[in-house]
C-alpha cells in the first residue's frame, strides 16, 4: 500500500462523506510526516453507521471483502493486492468511541482526544494520536514492524512505549 494508494482510498471516501480515521503503520508514518517503512495495508476506523457506505464506496472502486470478523474488524481487498483493514466504531455523545474486542466486557476504547490529524506527502489526513497508537500496541509479542513503529513514536514525541 502506497502513499499515494491511501489518499486516493481517503479521497474515495471523502468524497462518499464518511468519517474516517488511520491507524497501524499508516496512522504512525502520518503523525511523524513522512513514510518510514513499507506497508502490507491501511488500518482504517470508520464510523459503523456509516459502514454500509463505506463498503459500497469502495466496492465501486473494485475491492472486494476478504475476511468477516464483525463487530471487531473486516478486511476489504483490491484485485492488485491492496488491503483496508476496517475497525468500526460506535461513538457516544461525548464523542469517545468504542470498538468490538474478542472480550465483549472489555471494548477497545478510543477517547475523544485521540482523533487527530497527521501529514502524508503534505496532505493532512485524519488519524490517531501517537498515545493511542501505544496503547494499541501492547499486551502482545511485537514484531519488526512493531518495534520500528514505536521507535518513530519515541523519537517523534519523546513518549514512553512498552518496547
Known amino acids: 500500500m502506497t502513499a499515494e494508494d491511501v489518499l486516493f482510498v481517503l479521497a474515495l471516501l471523502r468524497r462518499a462523506r464518511v468519517d474516517v480515521w488511520i ?6 508514518d502520518a503523525l511523524v510526516g513522512g513514510q518510514t517503512r513499507d506497508h502490507r495495508d491501511l488500518d482504517l476506523m470508520h464510523r459503523q453507521d456509516q459502514e454500509d457506505v463505506v463498503v459500497a464506496a469502495l ?3 473494485g475491492f472486494v471483502e476478504t475476511l468477516d470478523w464483525r463487530p471487531i474488524r473486516f478486511v476489504m481487498a483490491a484485485p492488485d493486492g491492496r488491503e483496508i483493514d476496517l475497525h ?3 461513538f457516544a455523545d461525548d464523542s469517545s ?3 468490538a474486542s474478542p472480550e465483549p466486557e472489555r471494548p477497545f476504547f ?4 485521540c482523533f487527530v490529524t497527521g501529514t502524508i506527502h503534505r496532505t493532512s489526513v485524519p488519524c490517531l494520536s501517537a498515545e493511542q497508537q501505544v496503547f494499541f500496541h501492547q499486551g502482545y509479542e511485537p514484531s519488526e514492524r512493531d ?3 514505536m521507535a518513530q513514536l519515541r523519537h517523534a ?5 512498552h518496547f
Do not use: M, N
Not at 23 to 28: D, H, L, N, R, V
Open 23 to 28: 491507524g497501524g503503520g499508516w496512522g504512525i
Open 59 to 61: 466496492r465501486a472502486a
Open 88 to 90: 468500526p466504531l460506535v
Open 97 to 99: 468511541a468504542v470498538q
Open 110 to 113: 478510543y477517547p475523544s482526544s
Open 147 to 149: 518495534r520500528h513503529d
Open 157 to 161: 514525541f519523546g513518549i514512553e512505549t
